[in-house]
């Protein structure tokens, strides 16, 4: 994961979009591939904890959208991050 980037984003919804691109388009990963990296660096990296705690705040906010603009759909982001959380949730629960 490129901590670099997100460590640089100014704010939570930069992080997000962020996350998004590198997770979409830049790796081209599903939910669970996405999940298990995530999960594994969680430990050793600040940032890594704190995108993890921001995205969990925006999924359980009422807003539908995430701000992608035109990068990708915030529809289709939303439900992408949500099973992804869940993922992560589960391979928390194993460890």
Do not use: I
């Not at 704010?11 to 990963?29: I, M, N, P, W």
């Not at 603009?69 to 992408?80: E, I, K, P, S």
């Amino acid at each position: 994961m490129d901590w670099t980037m997100l460590a640089n984003a100014k704010d939570t919804g930069e992080r997000l979009r962020t996350l998004a691109y590198l997770l979409r388009l830049r790796y081209a990963v599903d939910p669970q591939v996405a999940a298990a990296r995530l999960a594994g660096e969680a430990a050793s990296h600040a940032s890594c904890r704190l995108v993890l705690s921001e995205l969990r705040a925006e999924l359980a906010s009422p807003s539908f959208g995430l701000g992608l603009g035109t990068l990708l759909d915030d529809v289709q982001m939303r439900a992408y991050f949500a099973q992804m959380m869940r993922a992560v949730d589960r391979q928390a629960c194993r460890q």
